[in-house]
């Protein structure tokens, strides 16, 4: 099957994004030819590697994946409308390219967000005369709106009238949550064209260690609460420095925050204004060293705030969390999440504004009230036998195969 992807982020950038790369060098190891459509990377910092720098094009070949980068305008996490300006030099730049490819394609995959790339999708589908098929990672507009991102307004209107239509268009959708597949059913798309391909682990999570992160960083003698991921809107962190000020009378346990966002500063702004010694913030690290990270800890962290759209999310990271073996204290009251821990041996859950509670989790794990050791091995388990990526991209080969 020759297969072309098109997703405005891809590896080198990180995050998420590599998901779809470790699909679709997984279907060109099982015989396929697949070729990605995507921009010069400059995410999340808006910086472009000297590389790709002062090019309009740009192509190479990722572990025999065929990627056609074009330019689009660099903007970082800190940049919100710069980024929306982005996403449009993206649909711009990438429809120039598209007519550089000369190959014939069974089928288009376009991932979503940004609601550009779908467009995309769409048109090259009727160009090309191929199959459209329509990934979805997070819910647009309304997840924007939930979170505060977007106020709800004669756009946000517009652009969710749009994808309910691409929606209606697409030979077959691919969401990343079973809560996003239950939220397309009800809105009316057939549920025989939706399959859910969830994002699994890859094998670096499985099988890391913790490569002396500890001695690195000065942290031998913590029980290390930590937190990896985006320090942005979309999560409660707040609450964890709440937690920290509590603990504060408790030398031996340090919070650590891996990663960087728009809501760093404010972060940093509470720490100061408490005068706490027990959080640090250790900003991006290489993608490589994120498994060790997660393997140096005592308890991860995660919350999201508290809007409905948040019930039907399943962060890839929970599925990197839980390959560490280790416990996981989880902000949510309830949702995908959730029961996707109680599967696995239990969830340790807390309101997302509730740092009491937060607080009692992390103490009831360091007296070993709570078996943290017992309950991390669970986890591991359940993700290794469940959610390893290779399964994933096997199942959603499999519905590729059949649309």
């Known amino acids: 099957m020759k297969i072309l992807i098109i997703t405005q982020h891809f ?57 056609y980068r074009n330019w689009v305008l660099p903007a970082s996490n800190y940049q919100p409308k710069k980024r929306m300006v982005g996403f449009l030099t993206f649909l711009t730049s990438t429809v120039i390219n598209s007519f550089r490819i000369k190959a014939k394609f069974d089928l288009i995959i376009a991932s979503s967000p940004p609601v550009t790339t779908p467009v995309i999708g769409l048109v090259l589908s009727w160009l090309r005369r191929c199959k459209f098929v329509m990934e979805i990672r997070d819910l647009q507009p309304e997840s924007s709106e939930d979170f505060g991102n977007l106020n709800r307004s004669l756009f946000t209107r517009a652009v969710k009238r749009m994808m309910h239509y691409l929606y209606r268009k697409a030979d077959a959708i691919v969401p990343v949550t079973d809560g996003i597949a239950d939220y397309l059913v009800k809105i009316g798309i057939d549920e025989n064209k939706i399959e859910a391909v969830k994002s699994g682990v890859s094998q670096e999570f ?57 809501k760093r500063g404010v972060l940093e702004g509470m720490v100061r204004d408490y005068g706490l010694k027990n959080v640090g913030f250790f900003g991006l690290q290489p993608l490589e060293t994120i498994p060790y990270f997660l393997q140096a800890a005592d308890v991860l962290v995660h919350s999201m705030k508290d809007v409905p759209v948040t019930k039907g999310s399943l962060p890839s990271k929970l599925f990197e969390y839980m390959a560490s073996g280790k416990p996981i204290i989880y902000g949510s009251s309830g949702g995908e999440a959730v029961l996707e821990l109680e599967k696995a041996g239990g969830a340790l859950a807390f309101k997302a504004d509730d740092p009491d509670r937060l607080c009692e989790l992390i103490l009831k794990l360091r007296s070993g009230e709570i078996d943290g050791l017992h309950l991390g091995q669970r986890y591991h388990e359940h993700v290794t036998r469940n959610h390893c990526r290779e399964t994933w991209a096997n199942r959603y080969m499999a519905f590729l195969d059949k649309v």
């Open 206 to 262: 499985v099988n890391a260690d913790s490569n002396g992160i500890r001695k690195r960083f000065g942290l031998e003698e913590k029980f290390l609460v930590l937190y990896s991921g985006t320090l942005g809107w979309a999560h409660s962190l707040e609450t964890f420095i709440e937690a920290a000020r509590q603990l504060n009378d408790q030398p031996d346990i340090f919070f650590a925050f891996i990663g960087d966002g728009q």
């Open 11 to 67: 590896p080198p950038e990180r995050g998420a994004v590599r998901r779809l790369f470790e699909f679709a060098r997984h279907f060109v190891r099982n015989g396929h030819d697949v070729s990605v459509l995507t921009a010069m990377p400059n995410y999340p910092d808006g910086i472009v590697p000297p590389k790709y720098r002062g090019k309009f094009f740009f192509f190479e070949e990722l572990d025999g994946v065929k990627v």
